[in-house]
């Protein structure tokens, strides 16, 4: 293709939720609202979980440590775009905000894999899972998970940045979603877009029997449980897990690995808020505070702080 007339891009506009012109104010407010939370939430289950030496609580503190990254990817952009209305980005800003998102949403689908496998060993193989599940292979499974998604995510950002952007330069995203910034290449795009999918395979699909499989073995084992409450609170757990689980993955799948097609694009941003927005806000509530070690934790927590103001403020 002859590119000779074509005018190079330097930089992106993320549309984002530009046709809602009368409601930027809310979503500003409501999504302010939404980041404050999940930095507390997660910041705090990693505070508390920092003394709680095992194996489900140090994936926790992997899960927090990742979720306030990953909000942090996408937030403060939106928000700094509802409040001032500069919707533009550079090449490179959206090259490094794609980098991130990638890296942390790859993770994430085998950390909670990971999460789910660790479950599965100390319900269903209760005996063996002290041994199983020792420091060293913790490590290896965190570090593992961490690894892998950085390396998947450099390929795919190694093969983009070698393109051409010559126009136009809108994407219809709130945050540098992939398929809509490979659209804007000049050059032949189906190589990446086979990468691309085949990445969001290998990322999403895995990952999430491996926690279907998990929680199914561990559904079965709880159905043997004799105790009518404690199948009911281990029911309760499980199910809570499996719900944000599902909706991580279904989302993920929905949006990468269909057919992209104009009739899903609207769709196809409002599922995205889902892996985005949502889980990283509901995480520490499911995983964490309905946990009865954490809650002491915090309660602990708590009473310390509360015996110290009171010491600052009533010396003798």
Known sequence: MDWGNQTTITKFLLLGFGDLPDLQILLFLLFLVIYITTLAGNILIIVLVVHLHTPMYFFLGNLSCLETCYT???LPRMLASLLTGDKTISVSGCLTQLYFFGALASTECYLLAVMSYDRY???CKPLHYSSLMNIRFCLQLAAGSWLNGCLAITIFILCVSQFIFCGPNEIDHFYCDPIPLIKLSCGDTRLIILVDFILACVFTLPPFLLTLMSYVCIIATILRIPSTTGRQKAFSTCSSHLIVVTIFYGTLMIVYMLPKVDTLR??????????TVLTPLVNPLIYSLRNREVREALHKALSKYITFTKNIENPR
Do not use: E, Q
Not at 269 to 275: G, M, N, P
């Open 72 to 74: 942090s990817t996408i």
């Open 121 to 123: 060993l100390a319900i």
């Open 266 to 275: 609207v769709l196809n941003k409002v599922l995205s808020l889902c892996y």
